[in-house]
């Protein structure tokens, strides 16, 4: 590989941002990355597990003289990091976020980038239900969708070069328009997380089953909807907040065919169950051949007796 930026800074330390610090430095795609996390804590446990080349103590000192700022903090706080560290950007610079939510972003940074500075929005379709850290590891975006959201006036060099960083961490590369982008996302991400915080919700307060009972006989269902559940409560709290409009139409058609399920229930209506069920299971079906995930006994998540 070669270097694709002299100096990577990284604006927040956790599975993503961290993700890409190990897959940069160990590709050789950048000359340095540089890292900055707002908690003392956070920079600590960074500099002790050597995540990146150099951990800072105030973003203006991670941004200066970098090719590459990537903004990595919860959505609510992008507008104000942009603020922060706007003086401090090199010209001809370019800025990228992480955050899965993208026009809110937009409104929030897009002012602060100062002039002949590049900003190019980007959400990586990728995670696991572990933050911090600790968490990242540099296969997470292998074959895995980085979706770019550029604005009309975006320097379309620099959107490549974004492109060609993205692509040497293993992702896969798409241009979208932002509020398509964040329908989508309501669709594929936000909505199903706000509907597994809600069924275990459910669990704790359904008082009919204990909390031995919901833990010790989850069946598989359940344990995704756990998983799901685990992940970050301050980047979802601000994904909902961030993305209201979309993931409120998309519930709206989720309660609206939970009703059409609930009647067939009730009416005993086994074949319209059935069928639904028959188109639902392409999906998932589609999903693996595509390869965003596996078809593998329990989703591969325990590697088989040898």
């Known amino acids: 590989m070669t270097v694709i930026y002299d100096r990577v800074a990284l604006i927040g330390l956790g599975l993503i941002a961290g993700s890409m610090s190990h897959a940069i430095r160990e590709k050789g795609l950048a000359a340095e990355v540089v890292g900055f996390a707002r908690s003392a804590e956070t920079r600590d446990v960074a500099r002790d597990i050597g995540l990146c080349d150099r951990i800072t103590d105030s973003a203006a000192e991670a941004v200066a003289d970098a090719d590459l700022v990537v903004l990595a903090v919860p959505v609510g706080a992008m507008g104000a990091v942009a603020a922060e560290i706007a003086p401090h950007l090199k010209p001809g610079a370019t800025v990228t976020d992480v955050g899965s939510v993208k026009q809110s972003v937009i409104d929030a940074v897009a002012p602060h980038i100062p002039a002949g500075v590049h900003f190019v929005p980007g959400h990586p379709l990728a995670g696991t239900e572990h933050s911090g850290p600790r968490a990242g590891f540099a296969s997470l975006f292998q074959n895995r969708w980085w979706l770019l ?12 070069r974004l492109s060609d960083l993205v692509r040497a961490m293993g992702a896969k590369t798409d241009n979208m328009e932002p509020a398509h982008h964040d329908l989508v996302l309501a669709v594929t991400s936000h909505a199903p997380h706000l509907i597994a915080y809600t069924m275990v919700g459910v669990a704790d307060h359904l008082r009919r089953v204990t909390d031995e009972e919901v833990i010790q006989y989850s069946a598989a269902g359940f344990r995704d909807f756990t998983r799901i559940a685990a992940s970050d409560p301050t980047m979802w709290r601000d994904v909902f907040l961030h993305n209201k409009e979309a993931t409120l139409d998309i519930l709206g058609r989720f309660t609206e065919e939970l009703f059409v ?46």
Do not use: W
Request: charged share 25%.
């Open 149 to 160: 959201t550029p604005l009309p006036d975006t320097d379309p060099v620099a959107a490549a």
């Open 261 to 306: 399920l609930q009647r067939a229930i009730r009416m005993g209506d086994g074949q319209q169950l059935f069928d639904y069920f028959t188109r639902t299971r392409a999906i998932r079906r589609g999903i693996i051949e595509a390869g965003q995930d596996t078809a593998a006994p329990d989703f591969g998540r325990v590697a088989p007796a040898r």
